[in-house]
């Protein structure tokens, strides 16, 4: 199956710097990626729809100067968490498109984020 | 808006048993629904995708099945081993993914 990955699979960051995660489809293109945000024993909730070569679209409630989103080729997407606070403490989930005439979308292992 | 839910949130079986999932959802209108697997902090893995069109997909000891017309999809889980261990989420595809509240499955040995 196709296969997607993120990094780094865990990172610990001191409040007010900026942290970028990265989502890479290592088989396939895909120009279309999704940013999820996962709490503690909650479900999965979409931050964002990632185009390549366009800007994000970001869902209801998310702060697009805040999660800072490029899709800059057809294999790589990058989440930047700007002036990270410890709410944004996350697991944070992506998912890469593929098209076929089932258009399944492959999830990364995720991005354990903690701010200090 | 599409709401999804799982029913248990928690569920406890020995091993060997036969066990069911139930996922739920108001918006009939949808693509497909997708199972997924999570181990305690990892990603999701794919178990298994039902097209709208589909009433069931079977891989292995698993089954899934999708009423969409009652809004409703049930994974079937046979001959359950401690490895089965994890949680276990369903999503709808509509003009976006909509995920379950999940299942914590613990097979004890």
């Known amino acids: 199956g196709a296969v997607v990955s993120q990094h780094p699979s865990r990172v610990i960051c001191k409040s007010g710097t900026s942290v970028k995660i990265e989502c890479r489809s290592l088989d396939f293109q895909a120009t279309t990626m999704f940013w999820y945000r996962q709490f503690p024993k909650k479900s999965l909730m979409l931050m964002a729809t990632s185009n390549e070569g366009s800007k994000a679209t970001y869902e209801q409630g998310v702060e697009k100067d805040k999660f800072l989103i490029n899709h800059a080729s057809l294999t790589l997407s990058t989440l930047t968490v700007t002036s990270a606070h410890p709410e944004d403490s996350s697991f944070y989930i992506c998912?890469?498109?593929?098209?076929?005439?089932?258009?399944?979308?492959?999830f990364g292992p995720g991005t354990r984020l903690t701010v200090l | 808006k599409q709401e999804v839910t799982q029913i248990p949130a928690a569920l406890s079986v020995p091993e060997g048993e036969n066990l069911v999932l139930n996922c739920s959802f108001t918006d009939s209108a949808i693509y497909n629904l997708q199972w997924f697997r999570q181990d305690p902090g990892k990603g999701l893995t794919s178990l298994l995708l039902i097209q709208s069109s589909q009433r069931e997909q079977t891989s292995g000891r698993l089954n899934a099945s999708l009423d969409k017309s009652s809004g409703r999809s049930t994974l079937y889980i046979a001959a359950s081993q401690p490895g089965d261990s994890a949680t276990y989420l369903c999503?709808?595809?509509?003009?976006?993914?909509?995920f379950g509240t999940g299942t914590s499955l613990t097979v004890i040995p």
């Open positions: 999503a709808v595809k509509g003009n976006q993914f909509y």
């Open positions: 998912s890469a498109l593929l098209l076929t005439s089932v258009n399944e979308q492959f």
